[in-house]
């Protein structure tokens, strides 16, 4: 039996895609809104500062990192727990990646919309909101249909 043509497959693929699309096109507009970050007023503090740019630095590679477990997820499908370790820490990941996205376009959301050129990047920047949970969602659901699939294959041995 193949995982290749299981369904947790094209969820993890499809996260897999959407997060690097996201890290990808992305990236450009996020140091953008992290520059109105830094600038704002309560922010001013050195020592916030240097936490500002760390967390600029670990969040930039974030969606990257998850892409990359995603995918190398796929690749571990006859190993069902080392592909469910896997796809639980890109889950872990893309829920940081969620909290960072609410609290990153809480602050930048009207300045960076201002920047849009066209109504179509506009409707992207909107989707670049939703699509850590989109991926979280998927990843989500990998992950109970590997567990599924995991359990279906030890029923069948106590079957034996």
Avoid: H
């Avoid at 499809?14 to 450009?28: D, K, P, Q, V």
Wanted: hydrophobic share 55%; aromatic share 18%; glycine share 2%.
């Amino acid at each position: 039996m193949l995982m290749i043509q299981r369904i947790q497959t094209l969820f993890l693929l499809l996260s897999s895609i959407f997060y690097l699309s996201y890290w990808l096109f992305g990236l450009e507009w996020y140091l953008e809104g992290f520059n109105v970050i830094i600038n704002l007023p309560f922010l001013s503090d050195r020592k916030i500062s240097i936490i500002l740019n760390s967390l600029i630095f670990i969040t930039t590679y974030i969606p990257l990192i998850t892409s990359i477990l995603c995918f190398i997820s796929i690749l571990y499908f006859k190993n069902r727990k080392r592909q469910l370790f896997l796809s639980k820490i890109a889950f872990c990941l893309s829920f940081l990646m969620c909290m960072n996205t609410v609290w990153f376009f809480y602050f930048s959301l009207n300045y960076l919309v201002s920047l849009m050129p066209s109504m179509t990047m506009e409707i992207l920047l909107y989707l670049a909101i939703i699509n850590p949970f989109i991926c979280s969602f998927l990843i989500y659901l990998s992950i109970r249909f590997i567990k599924r699939d995991s359990e279906l294959v030890r029923s069948l041995n106590r079957i034996r």
